[in-house]
């Protein structure tokens, strides 16, 4: 069955370091897409990045990096440089391709201290 | 600007009442998506519809019924309002199979069952 797991309910990261967020995925299906969005405080969802599974070169958007093991079927997010406003929920999500459904992790709280 | 805008930001509504909670959207969008949010849980897939008239059960349609008569409008509807229904729904839409920045949120509509 398809599934996101985010095992990290929050994480906390001093200002300018990097962070890793973890996500893995379970699905059957061979073609399917991974993202990653941000909630802050405010309820919006931001979309921050995207890999699709046949992409070979791992996804990056500034300062936001995807790293892609498609074996391990982990796709976790790399937050460089971290910033205050970093500070919020983030989720990752999977579609598989021949669905279209689109199914979420149970979210990561980041927390940017100074 | 594209759009997807739920009609009802805070609700407070009665157990036992019928509740309808709407989504339009602007841009021509195969699916749409209802969810709910809970600390803890992330977001869980109530239902999904991949084109008009059709629906798809998500992870825990139990409690929920949709509708969905035309392409732009999708709606949650809660045939009798519970105390455990009290939560953030949020509402998404997306081309079919599209990657990257392809699904929009709406604003989340919080409903109080009392």
């Known amino acids: 069955a398809q599934k996101i797991t985010q095992t990290q309910p929050g994480m906390f990261v001093q200002e300018k370091e990097a962070v890793t967020l973890d996500c893995t995925y379970d699905t059957s299906d061979q073609s399917y897409g991974l993202f990653w969005y941000k909630q802050p405080s405010s309820g919006e969802m931001i979309f921050l990045i995207y890999?699709?599974?046949?992409?070979?070169q791992n996804a990056t958007e500034g300062r936001y990096s995807l790293n892609f093991q498609k074996a391990r079927k982990s796709a976790n997010l790399v937050i460089s440089a971290s910033q205050l406003g970093d500070s919020a929920m983030y989720f990752c999500?999977?579609?598989?391709?021949?669905?279209?459904?689109?199914?979420f992790g149970t979210g990561t709280r980041l927390q940017v201290f100074p | 600007d594209v759009k997807v805008t739920q009609s009802s930001r805070y609700l407070v509504k009665r157990t036992g009442e019928k509740v309808f909670l709407e989504c339009v959207q602007d841009m021509d969008h195969e699916n749409m998506f209802w969810y709910r949010q809970d600390p803890g849980l992330g977001l869980r897939l109530i239902y999904f519809?991949?084109?008009?008239?059709?629906?798809e059960k998500g992870d825990i349609p139990e409690g929920y019924s949709v509708s969905r008569e035309k392409k732009e409008r999708f709606s949650l509807i809660l045939e009798s309002a519970s105390t455990n229904q009290t939560s953030m729904y949020l509402c998404a839409s997306s081309t079919r199979s599209g990657g990257g920045n392809t699904i929009y949120f709406g604003e989340g509509s919080w409903l109080t069952v009392v």
């Open positions: 519809s991949y084109d008009v008239k059709m629906k």
């Open positions: 999500a999977m579609r598989e391709a021949n669905t279209d459904k689109l199914i």
């Open positions: 890999q699709g599974s046949y992409d070979e």
